[in-house]
């Protein structure tokens, strides 16, 4: 719902941070029992309305009609939640309603009104119905119940009063809060902005998640190496979980076991887990692009879009690589990351672009290595720097792609374990010996009279 500013104010962009929660358990239960209090909302609104169409009439679906009725219910049917918290579950069904109704008018007659229930929906609050000061939360609650103060796990990077609004939510077994803040765009000295003449081309891959070539032979490699080593083992510790516990899976029909709602809850945990550490992966990724990008004062970003090509079945190895790229989310950060940086990011079609000789512009089979080699003319360099160079002339034809003179390297996922000696993955297998990233064999417990001495030196065993 974006909100109506002053003229000839300066440019802001909404950005969304999300934050844990420092609870205690009464208060934990109370955060819950406002999100299954928003639940209900949800399930009284998709009910007057599965009766509205029994009765053959209109359904309910504007945003002030369904707070009509949500008035003329009175206070208290809702435990906790205030009506601002509950407004905001309507408004959700009300936008749901129309972008659904909007899709079926296109002709996508895939496209459903809400119609699941849910046993905990997100509630959201607009700014002045809540109070944030530093990591200290005031939630509203409904009138006559005791205030409710909450602790957020970490410091936000908004400052206090540009934050619109918050929302809490439920993912996987634990509590978050998304605070949305207003920011403005980046503004900078005279001879130091970006200048929109100045192109870069991107390309996105899954070993380099953006490979970018500049003017003036500049070029930087993010690597994502960590992140596809991230996906492996987490495939890898999926199955193993999974095969280990087969033969607890209840049989169709069956209630499951205790034991089982134990697993599959282990399993949502892990899952989150992963899909946080893969995001934070691609946000870094996507900010080292546009920290180069500033350094060197290019105002466009030109971003080769492969998503044409990747509806098209590839095999169940192949098709998965490409699920685990999450190339939408690639181009999402680096699209925010750039807008709020004052650079513009524009999308051209790929296609073709690993595959043709940027100086002679012949077509050369798609290399399976790293190095791209033209048999006319003998250009060879890079392969993803080579398509980005070619992803950058295909938007304006400015830069003439030349074997860069600066590749600047650049890891994503370095906070992953496995990144480096110091933080070995504990899904990974054990191995002894010299092998490389090995910590060694285990050196024998400390003697007794040793123990609360720190670590046991070799020289220990020696004696
Ligand atoms: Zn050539």
Redesign the pocket.
Known sequence: MPRHSEPHSPPVVHRTARAGLRLTRGQRRRLVGLLVSAGDVWACVLEVNAWRRARQDAPLAGYPALCRELAASGPGCFGELDSAGARSVLRRYSDAWFAGAARRKNGDTSARFPRRRRKMMPVRWYHDTFALDGRRLRIPVARGCSPLRVRLDRDLPYSPGSVRSVTLLYDAGRLWVDVTAEVPVAAYPPGAEPVPGRVAGVDLGIIHPYAVAGPDGQALLVSGRAVRAEHHLHLADTKARGRAVARRAPKPGRRGSRRWRQYRRRQRIVEARHRRRVRQAQHEAARAVIGWALERRIGTLVVGDPRGVLDLAAGRRHNQRTRNWRVGHLIAVLRDKAQQAGIVLTLVDERGTSST?P??R?R?PKPHGRVFC?P????SGHRDLIAAANIAARASGGITPTIPVGVTHRRAGNHLPGASRARRDPRRRPHHGDARGSPGRHLPAPPAAMAGRGVARPTARTS
């Open positions: 000789c100086a002679c012949a050369v033209c006319r003319c003998g250009l």
